[in-house]
């Protein structure tokens, strides 16, 4: 069974860190990439920040390059995102999703998007206070 569960949202101040954790298992990790989606309230879901199992290539939407990082450990089939400096802005629903076909040469990951992706998590609540 393919799972994948995020961990580490919580109330935050402005300016303040956090860092989320997505958790994979049921598929192989090293074929996949993984992406990090946020959904505020009204809004649609957007896409925040991608990497490749594969070779480690990295993607940032602009509103999150140079205060958010993604990383992977392949040994624990898990991503993280750090997330610094966050605004007020950054409050959402954060999900993580799996996808074979991103970060390949006909999928860059900066295409990345919700209808392309295979797999969900079920989201955790990021809140940024003023």
């Known amino acids: 069974e393919v799972q994948l569960v995020e961990s580490g949202g919580g109330l935050v101040q402005a300016g303040g860190s956090l860092r989320l954790s997505c958790a994979a298992s049921?598929?192989?990790?090293?074929?996949?990439?993984i992406g990090w989606f946020r959904q505020a309230p009204g809004k649609e879901r957007e896409g925040v920040s991608g990497?490749?199992?594969?070779?480690?290539?990295?993607y940032y939407a602009d509103s999150v390059k140079g205060r958010f990082t993604i990383s992977s450990d392949g040994a624990r089939n898990a991503v993280y995102l750090q997330m610094n400096s966050l605004k007020p802005e950054d409050t959402a629903v954060y999900y993580c999703?799996?996808?074979?076909?991103?970060?390949?040469?006909?999928?860059?990951?900066?295409?990345?998007?919700?209808?392309?992706?295979?797999?969900w998590g079920k989201g955790t609540l990021v809140t940024v206070s003023s």
């Open positions: 990497i490749s199992s594969r070779d480690g290539s990295t």
């Open positions: 999703a799996a996808s074979q076909s991103l970060g390949r040469p006909w999928h860059p990951l900066a295409t990345m998007r919700e209808y392309g992706m295979d797999y």
């Open positions: 049921g598929f192989t990790f090293a074929e996949y990439a």
